[in-house]
């Protein structure tokens, strides 16, 4: 296929996909591009919110978070000793 023909297919294509999908600008792509970065966003906030609220359900963690600086310190060397 030389270089003449290879480009008319291509046209071709551009304008059956056009036509399926509708003509839409840049500027409509970069606002759903924005939106779709907002909402990830957004979601990996949530995501991180809900892991740090599991995490902070942990019985270790309550335990520690319980017996304060002290106790951790105690507990520590119990565990070693």
Do not use: Y
């Amino acid at each position: 296929m030389d270089k003449k023909r290879a480009r008319q297919e291509l046209q071709t294509l551009r304008d059956s996909i056009t036509e399926v999908l509708g003509e839409k600008t840049s500027e409509d792509i970069s606002e759903h591009i924005e939106q779709a970065q907002e909402s990830a966003r957004e979601g990996a906030k949530a995501l991180k919110k809900s892991l740090i609220d599991r995490i902070k359900d942990l019985p270790v963690v309550t335990q520690v978070s319980q017996l304060g600086a002290a106790g951790t310190v105690a507990v520590s060397t119990a565990a070693v000793t």
